[in-house]
């Protein structure tokens, strides 16, 4: 009995795994694997420079909502360098998904305020 069940739950597992892989895949297939990094890598450098600025100056409350542009600058310069001197052909695409993927740090910050504010 217990077996049986055991088996049935790894199935409905597997399955379960099964669809995510291909909703994962197909967005692969969609947006290509350099987007993707492109998002990420922005995002995590964004974050980067954004709390360092914050934890550096202090800045809490509504007023960090401001700080997250420094982010924004840093990686669109960047991203400029790469796309104009690393790769072999320039997209303005992947300039867009890196600073996409600021736009998320921006959120966080904006809910982490948000928090902030309402816990006081």
């Given at each position: 009995?217990?077996?049986?069940?055991?088996?049935?739950?790894?199935?409905?597992?597997?399955?379960?795994?099964?669809?995510?892989?291909?909703?994962?895949?197909?967005?692969?297939?969609?947006?290509?694997?350099?987007?993707?990094?492109?998002?990420?890598?922005?995002?995590?450098?964004?974050?980067?420079?954004?709390?360092?600025?914050?934890?550096?100056?202090?800045?809490?409350?509504?007023?960090?909502?401001?700080?997250?542009?420094?982010?924004?600058?840093?990686?669109?310069?960047?991203?400029l360098?790469?796309?104009?001197?690393?790769?072999?052909?320039?997209?303005?695409?992947?300039?867009?998904a890196?600073?996409?993927?600021?736009?998320?740090?921006?959120?966080?910050?904006?809910?982490?305020?948000?928090?902030?504010?309402?816990?006081?």
């Amino acid at each position: 009995m217990d077996s049986k069940s055991n088996l049935e739950g790894e199935k409905i597992l597997q399955t379960t795994f099964y669809r995510q892989s291909k909703k994962l895949t197909s967005m692969k297939n969609l947006l290509g694997i350099d987007k993707i990094a492109h998002f990420g890598v922005g995002g995590l450098i964004c974050a980067m420079f954004t709390f360092v600025a914050m934890l550096q100056d202090g800045i809490f409350g509504w007023q960090a909502m401001t700080v997250p542009f420094i982010g924004y600058v840093v990686v669109f310069i960047l991203s400029l360098i790469k796309e104009a001197i690393v790769d072999s052909e320039f997209n303005w695409w992947d300039i867009l998904a890196a600073m996409l993927g600021c736009v998320c740090v921006h959120i966080a910050i904006f809910f982490g305020v948000l928090f902030n504010i309402l816990s006081v």
